[in-house]
């Protein structure tokens, strides 16, 4: 539902405005403004919907996760943020190399 929702929001902020030098500006702002969306959907999710220890997880019988020291909030919100971190690098790349 996260997805959906900032892909709404990316859609709405995509229209060209007069001061745009390219039609990729109005895609990074797009994408951009997604991206932040999505973080912050994602934090209240986290806190929300995941406990704050391993230990509290239901449902989960195996003793190696159970143990786990970490947050299973941050481990996710992390993960969102290592996966927007990278989705934005692809652009760049892509400019370097070719």
């Known amino acids: ?3 959906v929702i900032t892909a709404v929001a990316g859609i709405f902020v995509v229209a060209p ?3 745009d030098r390219s039609g990729m500006t109005a895609i990074n702002r797009g994408f951009f403004i ?3 969306i999505s973080l912050v959907l994602v ?3 986290a806190f929300v919907y995941l406990p704050a220890k391993f230990s ?3 449902g989960v019988t195996d ?3 159970l143990n786990h020291g970490g947050s299973p909030r941050l481990l996710a919100i ?3 943020l290592i996966g927007l971190v990278l989705a934005s690098a692809i652009p760049a790349a ?3 190399l070719h």
């Open 1 to 3: 539902m996260i997805g």
């Open 94 to 96: 892509d400019r370097v």
């Open 34 to 36: 997604s991206a932040i």
């Open 78 to 80: 992390g993960a969102v």
């Open 17 to 19: 405005r007069k001061n």
């Open 56 to 58: 509290e997880l239901k």
């Open 63 to 65: 003793a190696s996760i």
């Open 43 to 45: 934090v209240i999710a």
